[in-house]
């Protein structure tokens, strides 16, 4: 035998078909024997019980890849509640989006030999054998790191050092964006979150001492065709991993916390996903002045949520600052204390009869109403059924409610209808949906979307943010559109064509009433400056009396899409005043968005977590003041930059 030649030595064992141990290292054929044996016997003691099945195998690993250990930290926990808790944030802050789904799914791993592939967008399983998983095996660190060669090292299991020699293959494997793993021995209750950007971050207790259960996630992000390229990887490539801690390092001190923070933002500096904010030197559109200094100009604005040119009206300006002189620059308190004045009492009033409903309840902001809305209709023993594209507000007020959360595909009312079936068992079924979708323009079915709601019982909130004073022959939303049935309840804000600030909740008195008895955030805020009711009053008026606004608003989204054809972009029509152009990639989008600004233009890059992963977007919102000029000029400078980048 030639002793210089390196050798794979694997071992599992099992009891009663169930998994007790493993573990491989790629020695010299010389050290084979003895280290062999070792991992037998440490298969014979181990805390799981004696194994009935020991499989060993020795084999050429073939051509050996050498990595760079990851970089190792350490996220102290007291409990295991808390180091589920970090390992989600720890997910999020490397720009994996429904954190939530993925750790719920991680009770199906117990069972499975190997590891869980998940596609880290859609959630779909791509492991082809699901009883058996994804293994990453043919992996071990240099010698001179813990001494991976020697007998003795090799009966004595060293999690942390084994951990980080399988956690940096991982991470290393095409298309891997990150890892997630909990140790099945119920001696150590330690587990890890991993990816290339962070490094592994080793969280102190995971679960509790003596639970046998554990598994593993490796989170897929590519195209379905890279897969079995991943898995050959993971399986089939040998490794060894240089500078490997035989021990891991102490956990940073409480006041480092800026560290931690400080590896959050280079990690989304690297996903290309860091935000700042863009300073405006005079009112948001259709026409702005943007930079500093000298570098100071003019650009067309083209991502207002002023769909109907009202902030900075005249007529609006008036009246909030004669509101202003009159009632001071704060309420003083909460609606419930000394914190309503007339100009509330007056809004919520010409809310109701704007919308067709007895009643409406005034919020501070529309996320607040969103959130007022669902966490008191909702709670424990309650089910909140959301679409997949909601907004972030509604998606947050669905996890605050304490209610169960499902998430429906997007306005897919067949989809709904059947899980609202399934739900039968809940005291209380509410179903929420964005009536306009904020990042693709696309308006809900609200007829079907009522129909299903009262065909099971379900309390139904629609949320008409962007709808109101834009869907409608006069702006009023959906139910004019459709000429149907309300919602339950009709949730919207203030500060989009209203050109105003605040949110509401338009329903009957009974769920008025109710909301203003225990839904928290109308209770426990400051009530909204008098001088933005009054805004939003003039707002009011001024819609009312020039129904022409929403006709020409609509008319610019017409010409536009026209334009877009004409310059080769693909852009959608989807009856509101939004019009995405789907990019895909997110440093793609942001150089299109600067080369944009650079000529005139401001629009946006829409990136993770606004939308998906891979579905970065430049998000065109159109005003009606916009000219026809603008419309083309704009058309014809996205189609150029599309075509460049």
Request: net charge neutral; proline share 4%; glycine share 10%.
């Amino acid at each position: 035998m030639n002793e210089s030649r390196l050798l794979s030595v694997k071992m599992r064992a099992s009891a009663r078909g169930e998994h007790v141990s493993g573990a491989e290292r790629i020695v010299p054929a010389a050290a084979a024997p003895r280290v062999a044996a070792a991992l037998v016997a440490r298969a014979l003691s181990h805390s799981k019980g004696e194994p009935d099945f020991v499989n060993l195998k020795l084999e050429d690993p073939g051509e050996i890849m050498r990595l760079e250990a990851l970089r190792v930290s350490t996220c102290v926990t007291a409990t295991a509640e808390e180091g589920r808790r970090a390992a989600a944030d720890i997910l999020r802050g490397a720009g994996v989006g429904r954190v939530d789904e993925i750790m719920a799914l991680f009770s199906e791993t117990h069972s499975m030999r190997g590891a869980m592939l998940l596609d880290a967008d859609t959630l779909e399983r791509l492991e082809p054998d699901r009883e058996r998983g994804v293994r990453a095996t043919r992996m071990d660190a240099a010698p001179c790191a813990v001494g991976a060669s020697s007998a003795a090292s090799a009966a004595k299991k060293n999690h942390f050092a084994e951990a980080v020699v399988l956690a940096t293959k991982v991470a290393n494997a095409p298309g891997i964006v990150g890892e997630i793993c909990v140790s099945d021995d119920p001696d150590y209750v330690t587990g890890y979150v991993a990816t290339r950007e962070i490094g592994y971050r080793r969280i102190t207790t995971i679960k509790e001492m003596g639970d046998p259960r554990g598994g593993r996630i490796f989170l897929y992000r590519g195209p379905r065709s890279g897969v079995a390229e991943t898995i050959r990887f993971l399986e089939r490539q040998s490794v060894v991993v240089d500078g490997v801690p035989g021990s891991p390092p102490p956990a940073a001190p409480a006041l480092d916390a800026a560290s931690a923070l400080a590896d959050e933002l280079a990690a989304i500096d690297a996903a290309g996903l860091r935000r700042a904010c863009r300073v405006l030197h005079s009112p948001a559109g259709p026409v702005a002045a943007v930079g500093e200094g000298e570098e100071m100009r003019e650009v067309v604005v083209m991502s207002s949520n002023d769909y109907l040119d009202l902030a900075n009206d005249s007529r609006v300006k008036s009246a909030a600052a004669a509101a202003l002189e009159r009632w001071g620059a704060g309420s003083g308190g909460s609606r419930l204390t000394t914190g309503t004045q007339d100009p509330h009492r007056e809004l919520e009033r010409r809310i109701a009869a704007f919308k067709g409903e007895e009643a409406a309840v005034l919020y501070a902001t529309g996320y607040m109403a969103n959130v007022g809305v669902l966490t008191a209709l909702a709670g424990k023993g309650g089910v909140i059924l959301s679409d997949e594209l909601n907004h972030a507000s509604i998606i947050d007020g669905a996890r605050l409610s304490g209610a169960a959360v499902v998430v429906y595909r997007h306005a897919d009312m067949d989809d709904l209808a059947a899980k609202l079936s399934s739900c039968g068992g809940f005291a209380r079924r509410l179903v929420v949906s964005d009536g306009v979708f904020s990042m693709d323009g696309d308006i809900l079915d609200l007829p079907r979307f009522v129909s299903v709601c009262r065909a099971h019982g379900a309390l139904s909130v629609v949320d008409e943010a962007h709808a109101t004073g834009v869907v409608g022959a006069t702006g009023r939303g959906l139910r004019e559109l459709f000429g149907c049935d309300a919602p339950d309840v009709t949730v919207g804000t203030l500060s989009k064509a209203l050109g105003a600030e605040g949110g509401f909740a338009a329903t009957s008195r009974l769920v008025a009433d109710y909301l203003v008895n225990k839904s928290r955030p109308f209770i426990f805020s400051t009530a909204p400056m008098a001088a933005s009711a009054a805004a939003a009053l003039a707002a009011l008026d001024v819609l009312e009396a020039e129904p022409w606004r929403v006709a020409r608003l609509r008319g610019n989204m017409e010409f536009f899409v026209g334009e877009c054809a004409k310059a080769g972009v693909d852009v959608r029509d989807g009856g509101s005043a939004i019009a995405p152009v789907v990019v895909g990639d997110e440093a793609r989008a942001a150089r299109i968005s600067e080369a944009l600004l650079a000529k005139g233009f401001l629009v946006p890059a829409i990136r993770y977590p606004s939308v998906a992963k891979g579905a970065a977007r430049l998000r065109v919102a159109l005003m009606c003041s916009h000219t026809r000029e603008q419309l083309s000029a704009a058309a014809k400078a996205i189609g150029e930059g599309i075509a460049f980048f």
